[in-house]
């Protein structure tokens, strides 16, 4: 479980962004396929019909709810909300063409890309189709289906806090086919219903990407959250720098600082610092995501472990019954070493001693990772009404 949460540390990095940050000042690389995070991951996922934002912006979320009629106060395109005001008897277009109760009936669930823009942040797409029902005072009915495309850029920066925040330089809505379709009792001249909601419905919309932001914000803000290790201690990583955006990958680079309950921030030893050089990632195939820790990153985790005493363990003959299992006996003993048989009566339960000798050590060859952990072994003899006495260490 321990272990659990700190390859949870990398991967949750890794997932947020491809990444270089430090374990102290231990350097830790992660790369993610941008186009993956794009289309499929972690981004796409979230934006998705099924995501989190595809239930806030759905016919039964924030946009049904605050640009439909059936919405707080009918809406802001409701009976009294904004689009009333603007659109309905006593508005704009009340007043040229004699329209009453225009209000959106039907919101389709956005369609939500997102792409990242080197050197600047990125990119979000979101279009919908929207439909407007109204009528007249002699009693003609309207029914306009409008395409709206948004697209707005975002700018990545930090607040004074030092967290990531996506901000919005530009944002620009589009409309596409406007669809009327008016009874016999309504004379509607086309241009200028197509020009009013023009100029009204863009106003209203691109507020709805500050929704689409607000969600993806507050993923961003976990980048600079205290990761909880238990006993541990705690994990605290700030930015370094702002991310770098390119082409094919993000670069986020991050000081980590493993913090001890009782004893304060760990440092790491100089002599380690000095053989950590820059990690160099092979070429990896399109859609393929990678992580690269150096061993003394390892290194340092298994040093903390084994500060607590994860490594030790007492092995007696209970904790290890079921089929198969060797009983722990002299008899076993033994047979192994007759040479104890002068100091060693046959048929009294042994124990083990597992305990970690010293620092552990990791390499890394050929793309696998080796941890050798030096442990003695005291091996044990229960005699009747005595303590265990050590027989020998391995």
């Known amino acids: 479980p321990k272990m659990s949460k700190f390859w949870a540390f990398f991967l949750l990095c890794g997932l947020l962004s491809p990444s270089q940050g430090h374990f102290g000042k231990i350097p830790v690389v992660s790369k993610v396929d941008k186009d993956a995070l794009e289309n499929d991951g972690?981004?796409?996922?979230?934006?998705?019909?099924?995501?989190?934002?595809?239930?806030?912006?759905?016919?039964?979320?924030?946009?049904?709810?605050?640009?439909?009629?059936?919405?707080?106060?009918?809406?802001?395109?409701?009976?009294d909300g904004l689009g009333g005001g603007l659109l309905g008897k006593k508005g704009l277009l009340g007043a040229v063409q004699g329209l009453t109760g225009l209000k959106i009936v039907n919101i389709t669930l956005p369609k939500i890309t997102l792409r990242f823009l080197p050197g600047i942040g990125l990119e979000l797409k979101l279009y919908t189709q929207l439909t407007i029902d109204g009528g007249s005072a002699a009693g003609g009915l309207?029914?306009?289906?409008?395409?709206?495309?948004?697209?707005?850029?975002?700018r990545l920066a930090q607040d004074a806090s030092g967290a990531l925040k996506l901000l919005i330089e530009d944002c620009r809505t589009l409309?596409?086919?406007?669809?009327?379709?008016?009874?016999?009792?309504l004379p509607v001249l086309d241009q200028a219903l197509k020009g009013i909601l023009g100029g009204?419905?863009?106003?209203?919309?691109?507020?709805v990407v500050d929704?689409?932001?607000?969600?993806?914000?507050?993923?961003?803000?976990?980048?600079?959250?205290v990761l909880p290790l238990g006993a541990l201690?705690?994990?605290?990583?700030?930015?370094?720098?702002?991310?770098?955006?390119g082409d094919k990958s993000i670069q986020l680079d991050l000081n980590v600082n493993q913090v001890d309950q009782e004893v304060g921030q760990v440092d790491q030893e100089v002599?380690?610092?000095?053989?950590?050089?820059?990690?160099?990632?092979?070429?990896?195939?399109?859609?393929?995501?990678?992580?690269?820790?150096?061993?003394?990153?390892?290194?340092?985790?298994?040093?903390?472990?084994?500060?607590?005493?994860?490594?030790?363990?007492?092995?007696?003959?209970g904790s290890i019954q079921g089929a198969g299992s060797i009983p722990l006996s002299t008899s076993v003993l033994l047979s192994l070493m007759p040479q104890l048989a002068a100091a060693v009566p046959p048929s009294l339960p042994l124990a083990l001693q597992v305990r970690s000798a010293s620092i552990p050590i990791v390499s890394l060859r050929?793309?696998?990772?080796?941890?050798?952990?030096?442990?003695?072994?005291?091996v044990l003899a229960s005699r009747p009404g005595a303590p265990p006495q050590p027989l020998c260490t391995l």
Request: aromatic share 2%.
């Open 142 to 154: 309207l029914r306009v289906q409008v395409e709206a495309n948004i697209v707005a850029r975002a």
């Open 175 to 185: 409309l596409g086919d406007i669809t009327i379709r008016a009874g016999p009792k």
């Open 271 to 317: 002599g380690q610092v000095a053989q950590v050089g820059s990690i160099v990632l092979p070429p990896a195939a399109s859609g393929v995501s990678q992580l690269g820790i150096p061993s003394s990153a390892l290194s340092a985790v298994l040093r903390l472990l084994r500060s607590t005493g994860a490594f030790n363990a007492d092995i007696s003959s």
């Open 42 to 79: 972690l981004v796409g996922g979230l934006l998705g019909g099924d995501g989190l934002v595809g239930g806030l912006l759905g016919g039964d979320g924030l946009v049904g709810g605050l640009l439909g009629g059936n919405g707080a106060g009918g809406g802001l395109l409701g009976r």
């Open 366 to 378: 050929n793309g696998r990772a080796t941890a050798r952990l030096p442990a003695s072994i005291t």
């Open 211 to 225: 929704t689409v932001l607000g969600v993806v914000n507050s993923l961003l803000g976990t980048v600079t959250a």
């Open 233 to 245: 201690g705690n994990l605290q990583y700030t930015l370094g720098s702002l991310p770098i955006i």
């Open 200 to 207: 009204v419905l863009p106003k209203l919309l691109c507020p």
